[in-house]
């Protein structure tokens, strides 16, 4: 089953989490001069076009980057993400673009790291090879992104980033996740691994929570920021990042910005937020 395509979703409240935090960890991973590997499990296309017709027929974006883009007085962390994604609309005079995972990592690599960017639906890689042709240091793949981690880990480098974004569109994905991060852990304990998650039924999410608790694995933080409080409507409530071996810097930068990231995307007041440890060191 592959019809989730992210064009429709491209901007809104969940990316600007998960694309926050790829940011930080990304920017606490460049603080050392070895180069580090990055893979991304769900690459979609990479970039997206939001004045197009999948963006603008949900306007999702319009709720999540659309709220910060002409803010100034944003926190620092958060002003540099807008200035990622300002780059990609050639100087931030109008948003037209936006940048998914693998835009974002792409541009923030130094020559001495790497990337691989895997896809499986058979209209996204195209798109997605295409637009990363010029990267010299970023390789396409069309596959099954879970099967990458017991295929590329341990990388060369011996430093690392998973991003695990799954569409979700079955149930199964959950389990998927908990089984693909076992196998990656086995092989490369000490790299970091980012796990993006939906919070449709909250039910789902907890028992990916209970799977990763039984794995035996420390050091997993979880951040969540909701838009409104969990529904059994259909619909997804909130989001969150699932952080495996977190730079030591990540909660208390989350803790920091989410307060003020939350009233800006959820100005209505039913927005919430957290951070917490599944299970600490």
């Known amino acids: 089953m592959l ?12 990316d600007v989490l998960k694309h926050i935090v790829l940011m930080l960890i990304i920017e606490s991973l460049k603080q050392k001069e070895k180069g580090f590997y990055y893979l991304d499990t ?9 004045l197009s017709q999948e963006a603008e027929k949900t306007g999702e974006f319009e709720e999540g980057i659309g709220r910060l883009w002409g803010k100034t007085d944003l926190p ?6 807008i200035a990622i994604i300002k780059k990609l609309n050639y100087g931030g005079k109008e948003l037209r673009y936006y940048a998914g995972s693998p835009l974002i990592a792409a541009t923030m690599l130094r020559p001495q790291d790497r990337a691989l960017l895997t ?3 058979p209209t996204d890689y195209p798109l997605l090879r295409n637009n990363f042709k010029e990267f010299e240091n970023v390789t396409t793949k069309r596959d099954n992104g879970f ?3 017991k295929a590329t880990l341990p990388p060369k480098e011996r430093r690392g980033l998973v991003l695990i974004d799954p569409p979700y569109e079955l ?6 996740v908990v089984s693909a991060i076992e196998e990656g852990y086995k092989r490369f304990a000490t790299g970091t691994y980012a796990i993006w998650y939906p919070v449709v039924l909250r039910q789902q999410v907890k028992r990916m929570i209970k799977g990763l608790e039984e794995t035996g694995i420390r050091k997993i933080l979880q951040i969540e920021l909701a838009v409104r409080p969990d529904s059994a409507q259909r619909g997804m409530t909130a989001s969150g990042m699932i952080v495996i071996n977190p730079p030591w810097t990540l909660e208390a930068q989350m803790k920091k910005i989410l307060p003020d990231l939350t009233r800006t995307l959820v100005p209505e007041g039913t927005g919430s937020w957290s951070v917490k440890w599944i299970t600490p060191e």
């Not at 769900?42 to 939001?50: C, M, S």
């Not at 149930?171 to 998927?176: G, R, S």
Request: net charge negative; charged share 25%.
């Open 171 to 176: 149930k199964e994905d959950y389990d998927l």
């Open 42 to 50: 769900h690459a979609g296309v990479g970039q997206y076009r939001l």
């Open 119 to 121: 896809e499986l639906h």
């Open 76 to 81: 620092e962390e958060v002003a540099r993400y």
């Open 147 to 149: 099967q990458q981690l």
């Open 3 to 14: 019809s989730y395509r992210h064009s429709f979703h491209a901007g809104n409240h969940a």
